[in-house]
């Protein structure tokens, strides 16, 4: 049984590949039944402990499940992929308990691992894993090497001692080479929840003839955005201002606007709950006895006070699926006291993530300038992820490239299919 995970920032899979046999997607139990992918989210809850009454790590549906329902003293994290490149977050402590970053990435890893050895039948201790084709810090700076590192450390703790990577963009292409009966050049378009990533790779039958895997491909490029930017732009612009972000208040005779920070936690529903201090809250209610608009504070001090992020963040997403599919949505939040309801267009939506969508557009004609392929030479675009399902986004490719040479698909497997068609060729021999 070959193996190949994909660790991601808002979802994570893993997939498992026979010799000579079918790939499987390895699915996970929910309320709602199997899903084929896992949330990268992990929760600390004082009323869940171990035999030996140790507080016990939840992950996935069982975080987000004691997140909501539990008695309110309740640690939750996600995204911490994007951390791997900070060298200032080396641990934080946890109802008591000391964790490091490779401690909570090993968390995820170890259920995937598990759920794998479940699926097939054996012990799991190497696989192939997926990593962006860029590791990108604050301020732009790559960070590659420390970042993979971190992984490796992180898979060992989980009990996995041998692990490969590969570019997650060249794991989607896998997926989709299966597809081919004759040799493409192929622009892989991979978006995740934090980076967008893309390679040029030669697929089809005539690959297997290679001595190297890796000479099929012609380049790889990233960028640092993805789907959480665009979930954070359209708190920012469309629903910020319902929570009092443009309102004002007097201030000894001066006229000031409300505290950019409270609005930037906002923006990440995960943060929301950091809100819910005595201080913050303190200082909002004396904020809302001198704002312009009092009922809009009202409304933010709810959503922190009855922990409705998560809420708010679903309904984000339902937005962003429905304007994918038709030019405006009824964005409709109802969880009383907190109602939000407001019509927002496609138009809309593309203006506020324009400085993203463009910084995707420099990145993959970047990749065509560097790897001197002008758009003729690519026979075929493969887009996968959440993101690629966004019309805005398909757009910057069938201005490039024409639509009839766009295929898409298995947009939350198609990376861990992929790595495990990687493991096969790796691990099989």
Not at 210 to 238: C, K, N, Q, Y
Not at 262 to 271: D, G, I, P, T
Not at 312 to 319: D, G, I, S, T
Request: aromatic letters at 10%.
């Amino acid at each position: 049984m070959y193996v190949g995970m994909d660790f991601g920032t808002t979802n994570s899979a893993v997939a498992i590949a026979r010799q000579g046999g079918a790939t499987e997607v390895v699915p996970f139990a929910t309320s709602a039944g199997p899903a084929p992918t896992l949330r990268s989210v992990l929760a600390f809850d004082k009323t869940h402990r171990d035999a030996e009454r140790r507080i016990r790590p939840l992950v996935g549906f069982e975080a987000v499940d004691a997140y909501l329902h539990g008695d309110g003293d309740c640690r939750f994290l996600q995204s911490f992929k994007s951390y791997l490149t900070s060298r200032s977050f080396s641990s934080t402590t946890i109802l008591g308990t000391t964790y490091s970053l490779e401690d909570l990435v090993a968390l995820i890893v170890g259920h995937l691992r598990r759920a794998a050895e479940a699926a097939g039948g054996t012990r799991v201790e190497r696989v192939v894993a997926g990593r962006p084709v860029r590791f990108v810090a604050e301020g732009g700076k790559v960070e590659d090497d420390y970042a993979t590192g971190r992984l490796v450390e992180a898979f060992a703790k989980a009990g996995i001692g041998e692990v490969l990577f590969e570019y997650e963009p060249i794991a989607a292409a896998y997926y989709y080479e299966s597809t081919l009966d004759r040799d493409q050049t192929v622009l892989v378009a991979d978006f995740g929840g934090g980076t967008s990533d893309f390679c040029l790779i030669r697929l089809g039958p005539g690959r297997a003839r290679l001595s190297r895997p890796e000479d099929a491909i012609i380049g790889t490029a990233g960028v640092g955005i993805a789907g959480d930017a665009f979930d954070r732009r359209m708190v920012e612009h469309g629903l910020s201002d319902h929570f009092g972000k443009n309102t004002t208040y007097d201030s000894g005779g001066k006229t000031l606007p409300m505290p950019a920070w409270v609005y930037a936690k906002l923006e990440r529903w995960h943060h929301v709950a950091f809100l819910n201090a005595p201080q913050t809250l303190r200082l909002l209610r004396d904020l809302q006895r001198q704002v312009e608009h009092p009922d809009q504070i009202e409304q933010l001090l709810a959503l922190i006070e009855y922990n409705l992020g998560y809420h708010l963040y679903r309904a984000v997403e339902q937005a962003k699926l429905d304007l994918s599919r038709g030019g405006e949505t009824l964005f409709h939040f109802d969880h009383a006291p907190v109602v939000v309801s407001r019509r927002i267009t496609r138009t809309e939506f593309e203006g506020w993530i324009g400085k993203e969508l463009e910084a995707i557009e420099a990145c993959v004609d970047g990749l065509l300038d560097s790897t001197a392929t002008p758009t003729a030479k690519v026979d075929r675009v493969f887009l996968t992820g959440g993101s690629s399902l966004v019309p805005s986004v398909r757009a910057i490719f069938a201005r490039r490239f024409g639509e009839e040479r766009i295929s898409a698909g298995g947009e939350f497997i198609s990376v861990a299919s992929g790595l495990a068609q990687r493991a096969r060729e790796a691990f099989g021999g």
